[in-house]
């Protein structure tokens, strides 16, 4: 046909009423286009190629106005239409339906999803308001009424969403106590568990206290780990809420109150979250996001991380004798022969082994904390003692529990006349491995990011990231990790992060928990 035309804008919302089609569409052309205008208009222009929409004749300009994407009012498409001759049109529109009809059918939003991700955008001032709130109030670990104080803020905010929430008391470990809230949902659907922590490591005493905020970029304590991750979890149930998809979902919502310096012994300061993790099908953590070069990446493992003290013991006597009968080597060089080897043979992908204190003579001691070793001795006097304390960072159980029995077998290959004895730390965090179901929560995520129109997340080298809370549930429950803020510079002042990432990842995780939740338990 030879003349242009153009929609009628007044019926459209009609049509959306009959016909989702705008929704099915829109991701598709965002990425086509490179721009958010024509995310409304290809559903239209669909409507259009199938005749259903109310063309008129109309004169316009130059096609070329097209590629233009200008905030001006009223639809793309009414520009384009205005824009282009007719026949182009429809050559136009047919290409954009073709393209269409060969997405995969998951790739789409659909209208509560859609709901969500504008509940997100809508409340995108109330996120800053409450980060601002929770990292202006301190929490260092020991700060336990700090920390209790940012737990009565996170109870004001879920309760309203309908949770029960529960202040566990951890006195008796020495730390101010953990946050749990639970929420019960059809009871069918993959039960889901969300963890942030409330504690940072500034105590009051750290001259880095408040929050500050110039332009898209916000420092202050803690204001990515882990409060910025504590508001996209709040900001993605909150989408839920107002979309109606939190109704019949199954969650729990731990925060804890010492992630930063757990409390002891381990297994009680951890019993409620290890607890939670055997609840739930699915854990979702909330700590810094990894992201590096512009792009965001998944987490679906981090190392384990276990001190260990190796003490070495020799018989003290004039040096003269040393590699001698009587003698022998003397701790230190036991100490050497220990650590050398370690070096020499344990390598292998993925771990990490770090002597971080060492000191030998006659005598050498360590204090109550592990982190003083006091050693005098003189040059001519074998050493009688050597102290050493260092760390074990392993992807798998597996791999933890290889390596630690390959290091007790070194050190049991004792030099004459010595003894030693190597000893790991009850407090450590396990391995969060790289699973196929912790692979399978990042596929899943890769689908929200499709139908969100974001890039693709690779997996994140879990060298690069530290132990957290994630690592006590992953053992029962598939989990992905680093859904909270991307910044930088976490545990030093001038800790950051992009605010606008707040926005991004709570509109992942209101949309991925709501799919998870909808799916029957494994
Ligand atoms: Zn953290």
Redesign the pocket.
Known sequence: MGPDFRLDDRRLPALRGHLTLDIAFGPLAARLAGGIDLVESVGELLLLALGLGDARIAHGESPSAMKRTSPARGSALTRCARAGRGSRMRALLLFFVLLALAMPAEARLSREERAMAAAVDREAGRHVELLERLVNQNSGTLNLAGVARVGEMVRAELEPLGFAVRWIDMAATGRAGHLVATRRGNGRGRRILLIG?LDTVFEPASPFQAFARDGNRATGPGVG??KGGDVVLIAALRAMQAAGTLRDADIMVVMTGD??RPGAPIAAARRDLIEAGRWADVALEY?NLAHEEGRDFGTVARRSSTSWTLTTHGRSGHSSGVFGEELGYGAVYEMARILDAFRRELAEPNLTYNVGVIGGGTPATIDAEGLNVAASGKTNITAETAIARGDLRALTPEQDARVRARMQAIVAQHLARTEAELAFSEDGYPPMAPTAGNRALLARLNGVNRDLGLAEMAEYDPAKRGA?DSSFVAADADTLAGLGAAGGD?HAAGEWIALDSLARQAKRSAILITRLSREPRP
């Open positions: 922590h780990d882990c992630e930063e700590e957290a976490a």
